[in-house]
Antibody
Framework: EVQLVESGGGLVKPGGSPRLSCAASGFTFSDAWMSWVRQAPGKGLEWVGRIKSKTDGGTTDYAAPVKGRFTISRDDSKNTLYLQMNSLKTEDTAVYYC????????????WGQGTLVTVSS | EIVLTQSPGTLSLSPGERATLSCRASQIVSSSFLAWYQQRPGQAPRLLIDGASSRATGIPDRFSGSGSGTDFTLTITRLEPEDFAVYYCQQYGSSPPYTFGQGTKLEIK
C-alpha cells in the first residue's frame, strides 16, 4: 500500500525558511516522479512543483508563484521528498500535499494527508 | 495557461439522485490528460478518474467521466451519502504543466 507522510509544517514568520519532508513507502520511490500540491484554507488546489526520477533526469519544475523561492529535492536512499521553502509570504499559508505520479505523469495518483504551513507574524 | 472552469459551484441533491458536474477548459485539452478528484471534508483529495474516462483503482462504477476538447463531465449515478464532497478537475499541459478547476461542492439537499 502506498503511504505518503508529510511533516515539517507549523507556524512560520514571514520571510522564514521551513523545510517540509514526505516519507514514502509502498512503491519504488526512486522510479517515481513526485509533486507538491497546496491548498490555502477554504480554497482550491494549486500545483507547487514537480521532480522527475533521477532516471528521467531528476529535473524540477515550479509554479510561477513559488519559482525562485521554493526548491524540491529527493533522497532516494531514504525514500524521502523535500520542499525547501524560502522567503515565505502570508499567501503561502496552506496545507501542502505530497503526491505521486506513479502510472503517468499527467495526474496525481496518491496523496499524503498534508501538512499545514501558516505564515504569520 | 489553460484555465479550467467548473460548474455549478455548488450542487444540492439528495441521496439516490444523479449528479452531473461540468469542467470547461479555456483551450483544447487532450482527453488523455484530464483527471477528476474527490475531496471529502478534512481529507486529502483522491483520484477518481484519469484519461477523462478511466476510473482509478477501487473507484465504484457509479462514477463515470466523459468529454473531449474543452468540455468534460463527471457523472455520479445513484448518489451515496459518502459522495457528498468537493470535486476538482485537473489538466496536464505546458507552462504550468498542471492546473485545477476551482471545484464543485456537492451537498446534501
Amino acid at each position: 500500500e502506498v503511504q505518503l507522510v508529510e511533516s515539517g509544517g507549523g507556524l512560520v514568520k514571514p520571510g522564514g525558511s521551513p523545510r517540509l519532508s514526505c516519507a514514502a513507502s509502498g512503491f519504488t520511490f526512486s522510479d517515481a516522479w513526485m509533486s507538491w500540491v497546496r491548498q490555502a484554507p477554504g480554497k482550491g488546489l494549486e500545483w507547487v512543483g514537480r521532480i522527475k526520477s533521477k532516471t528521467d533526469g531528476g529535473t524540477t519544475d515550479y509554479a510561477a508563484p513559488v519559482k525562485g523561492r521554493f526548491t524540491i529535492s529527493r533522497d532516494d536512499s531514504k525514500n524521502t521528498l523535500y520542499l525547501q521553502m524560502n522567503s515565505l509570504k502570508t499567501e503561502d499559508t496552506a496545507v501542502y500535499y505530497c503526491t505521486t505520479h506513479l502510472i503517468m505523469q499527467d495526474h496525481f495518483d496518491c496523496w499524503g494527508q498534508g501538512t499545514l504551513v501558516t505564515v504569520s507574524s | 495557461e489553460i484555465v479550467l472552469t467548473q460548474s455549478p459551484g455548488t450542487l444540492s441533491l439528495s441521496p439516490g439522485e444523479r449528479a452531473t458536474l461540468s469542467c470547461r477548459a479555456s483551450q483544447i485539452v487532450s482527453s488523455s490528460f484530464l483527471a477528476w478528484y474527490q475531496q471529502r471534508p478534512g481529507q486529502a483529495p483522491r483520484l477518481l478518474i484519469d484519461g477523462a474516462s478511466s476510473r482509478a483503482t477501487g473507484i465504484p462504477d457509479r462514477f463515470s467521466g466523459s468529454g473531449s476538447g474543452t468540455d468534460f463531465t463527471l457523472t455520479i449515478t445513484r448518489l451515496e451519502p459518502e459522495d457528498f464532497a468537493v470535486y476538482y478537475c485537473q489538466q496536464y499541459g505546458s507552462s504550468p504543466p498542471y492546473t485545477f478547476g476551482q471545484g464543485t461542492k456537492l451537498e446534501i439537499k
